[in-house]
């Protein structure tokens, strides 16, 4: 099974601000499958990034994601009132998939 | 509009055994991998177990191994989550998902208790 560590735990900021997340894998992700979600209080999660780097349908370009291997990165260019939230990565390149605990991006 | 709609939570006993279906609508149904992810309250996501498009291959996170089984009717377009033998840390959200194209439903509370 791969493990994934998302850091930091929390991450104070605020509004325009540029925000950058990590995910690093315990191991090698098949085909850099990895997705970023977010999930609002209240909320069932939003795909943001798949395969790495593609921003989901309808995701604002602030959000980037890249990375390979074994180290992935969200960054969000400049910070909105509405992406304080909760932040997943989630490997599917192995057929075990497995998420990371999850960044917390507050309002500092 | 794609909507997926999970049913079949609820209350259970320890030891009980409990039926999840999603029923997906405006999808492709037949050509996506799905999944099955839960949440307990508060905490963080956990990956369950998934399903590739004609149901021919399954795997399972280690903690539900032997006691959940996947499956899917894609003439239906549905996916189920057959959890047997439930315990007290299987009580949570139990959404089901596509594993790529970010397809979510609303989920279905678990409860697993005396």
């Known amino acids: 099974e791969i493990v994934m560590t998302q850091s930091p735990g929390t991450l104070s900021l605020s509004p325009g601000e540029r925000a950058t997340l990590s995910c690093r894998a315990s191991q090698s992700v098949n085909g850099n499958y990895l997705a970023w979600y977010q999930q609002r209080p209240g909320q069932t999660p939003r795909l943001l990034i798949s395969?790495?780097?593609s921003r989901a349908t309808g995701i604002p370009d602030r959000f980037s994601g890249s990375g390979s291997g074994t180290d992935f990165t969200l960054t969000i260019s400049r910070l909105e009132p509405e992406d304080f939230a909760v932040y997943y990565c989630?490997?599917?390149?192995?057929?075990?998939?497995?998420f990371g605990q999850g960044t917390k991006l507050e309002i500092k | 509009e794609v909507q997926m709609v999970e049913s079949g939570g609820g209350l259970v006993q320890p030891g009980g055994s409990l039926r999840l279906s999603c029923a997906a609508s405006a999808l492709a149904f037949s050509t996506h991998y799905m999944q099955w992810v839960r949440q307990a309250p508060g905490k963080g996501l956990v990956w369950v177990s998934r399903?590739?498009?004609?149901?021919?291959?399954?795997t399972y996170a280690d903690s539900v191994k032997g006691r959940f089984t996947i499956s899917r009717d894609n003439a239906k377009n549905t996916l189920y989550l057959q959890m047997n033998s439930l315990r007290a840390e299987d009580s949570a959200v139990y959404y089901c998902?596509?594993?790529?194209?970010?397809?979510w439903g609303q989920g279905t509370l678990v409860t697993v208790s005396s």
């Open positions: 399903i590739n498009p004609d149901g021919s291959s399954t």
């Open positions: 395969a790495a780097s």
């Open positions: 998902a596509t594993v790529t194209s970010g397809h």
């Open positions: 989630q490997q599917y390149g192995i057929s075990l998939y497995t």
